[in-house]
């Protein structure tokens, strides 16, 4: 909203940031651990880490997002906290994709099962891999996030990609089940 507003620096638009910062104030909390908890209690500061598998697409949500509060409020914690969770993501193989479930074992991120897509589980990852070279004005620090979405989208085209037709393409899901199309 802090961005949509038409002055940066009127009051409205300083009263959102305001609002911004205290609420990724609160969600920092979930960053202690290798993956963020999923469940936060904005009231206490509590969270709840849960033992399940973390889907992709919404570990992936959070670079963004904090990496902009950053850049807005000129705290450098939200992109550090953002940073290292997609390090330890991109860190998982030495490919593109991502399995859609990740899950902490021995203090380092995980793959859980065989299901990569580019739709529904996975699709907040990759989109933020690019747009977060884009929006840190594309970087040479930052050129990790744009190898690792040209692995991913080459990735995707040699294994998620069916050719129906000459004129017709087709991607779906690779794992055990293969029931996910788009």
């Known amino acids: 909203a802090h961005s949509l507003s038409l002055e940066e620096d009127a009051p409205s638009a300083l009263a959102l940031l305001r609002c911004a910062s205290i609420v990724g104030q ?3 909390v979930a960053f202690d651990h ?3 908890c999923t469940y936060i209690d904005m009231r206490t500061s509590s969270v709840y880490c849960s033992n ?3 889907v992709l697409s919404e570990v992936g949500t959070f670079t963004m997002e904090f990496r ?3 850049h807005h409020t000129g705290d450098i914690t939200y992109k550090l906290v953002a940073d290292r969770v997609m390090q330890s993501i991109m860190d998982i193989n030495d490919g593109g994709l991502v399995s859609n479930q990740l899950a902490i074992d021995k203090d380092e991120v995980v ?3 065989e299901d990569w897509s580019l739709g529904g589980g996975g699709d907040s990852y990759y ?3 690019l747009k ?3 929006l840190s004005c594309q970087r040479e620090a930052d050129e990790q996030y744009l190898t690792k979405w040209r692995q991913a989208i080459r990735e995707a ?3 998620l990609v069916r050719h129906l037709s000459n004129r017709t393409a087709m991607i779906s899901s690779k794992g055990k089940n293969n029931t996910q199309e788009h």
Do not use: I, K, M, N
Request: no cysteine.
């Open 26 to 28: 609160r969600f920092l």
């Open 34 to 36: 290798v993956l963020p």
């Open 52 to 54: 399940q598998s973390l």
């Open 68 to 70: 902009y509060l950053s």
């Open 111 to 113: 793959e859980v099962g």
């Open 127 to 129: 989109e933020y891999l």
């Open 132 to 134: 977060t070279y884009l």
């Open 157 to 159: 085209a040699d294994h």
